[in-house]
């Protein structure tokens, strides 16, 4: 009877993780994701934790060049394999044009089609940054919901209008798939893995690599570094950094020349918000700059980005990166 009541504490729960690794993969993604998983392994063996990641590296050949240059050995995707989860790191693109130059390869369609054969055998399939776009070109995240990395949203909108995409989160789990923000969202990914077999484990591979848990975005995002080429919203975006504090959507579309209507449409379709919601964004990169490098208070920076009392920003600012007043401002030398 002890002996078989020892047996079954000694049971490893393994998780068989293939990652998927393409020419031009993100070097930082793909060392992130492995060092995670490794630290989660050692911490587990360590503290003698039923867990246990079982990590492959795959890929359509026998070898792989990073973005950088880097030769990776890998093992050639087996059409047999049933991996439990399959990682694709973010490719090493970081504008429209080299991003959608990377999805007409030849070889993304042949990672699109064994995605397609690995999640129809019951795999979850994850990815982070750019690599977000690779699974939504497979139709994996048709009908779904995704984030991606923050200033490609617009361009993640205009080519996949079938998926609901949220980029002020980390992570979006929608059904069996898993996508996670921009480049160093590699790291959340990996540590989102570990917690579905052991929270206490992944808290304590985060606290090991001195890592905080950051759910959202938003408090990264520069609204003027969002990559579109579209000229009303781009007209508009101009406008209204010059008129935060007497912002009005008639006087918006009168300059960029639309009606009200269009303009909202097109702001929707390209940055996914309303024109209001978008100089709020606006309003709350010029205040958390102003916290950063003056000495004014909450109020006096209320007034100069456009809000009647300190009370609002404050409420707004918690919102939409997350901290308090005294998170965001730094100190200022004299």
């Not at 690599?209 to 009303?232: G, K, N």
């Not at 606006?282 to 958390?288: K, S």
């Not at 909450?298 to 707004?316: F, Q, S």
Request: net charge positive; charged share 25%; aromatic share 6%.
């Amino acid at each position: 009877m002890w002996r078989f009541l020892y047996q079954r504490r000694c049971i490893v729960s393994s998780m068989r993780i293939t990652v998927f690794v393409l020419d031009g993969v993100f070097d930082t993604g793909l060392s992130v994701i492995l060092d995670t998983l490794a630290t989660a392994n050692d911490l587990a063996e360590a503290g003698r934790k039923s867990v246990r990641h079982e990590v492959t590296l795959t890929g359509l050949g026998r070898t792989a060049t990073t973005h950088h240059g880097l030769r990776v050995p890998l093992s050639p995707a087996a059409v047999g394999a049933h991996p439990d989860v399959v990682i694709v790191p973010a490719l090493g693109c970081k504008t429209r044009e080299t991003l959608l130059a990377a999805l007409e390869r030849s070889d993304v369609d042949d990672a699109c089609g064994l995605l397609r054969g690995w999640s129809k055998s019951g795999a979850r399939i994850a990815g982070a940054c750019t690599s977000t776009f690779l699974l939504a070109q497979s139709g994996l995240l048709d009908g779904g919901r995704a984030t991606t990395t923050w200033w490609l949203a617009p361009v993640f909108r205009e080519r996949f209008p079938q998926v609901t995409l949220d980029e002020s989160r980390m992570i979006v789990q929608s059904k069996r798939m898993v996508t996670a923000g921009a480049a160093l969202a590699h790291v959340d990914l990996a540590l989102w893995l570990v917690r579905q077999r052991s929270p206490a484990l992944a808290h304590a591979t985060a606290r090991h690599l001195v890592f905080d848990a950051r759910p959202s975005q938003a408090a990264f995002a520069m609204p003027d570094h969002l990559e579109h080429a579209d000229p009303i919203v781009l007209r508009f975006e101009q406008w209204a950094r010059r008129n935060l504090c007497d912002f009005s959507l008639a006087g918006a579309a009168k300059h960029v020349g639309s009606s009200e209507r269009t303009l909202e449409r097109r702001l929707r379709a390209v940055l996914g918000k309303t024109p209001l919601g978008y100089v709020q964004e606006l309003r709350v990169e010029a205040a958390v700059y102003r916290l950063r490098t003056t000495k004014e208070s909450i109020d006096e920076i209320a007034a100069a980005v456009g809000y009647g009392d300190g009370v609002t920003l404050r409420t707004l600012l918690r919102k939409k990166t997350g901290r308090g007043i005294r998170e965001l401002r730094v100190p200022v030398l004299d």
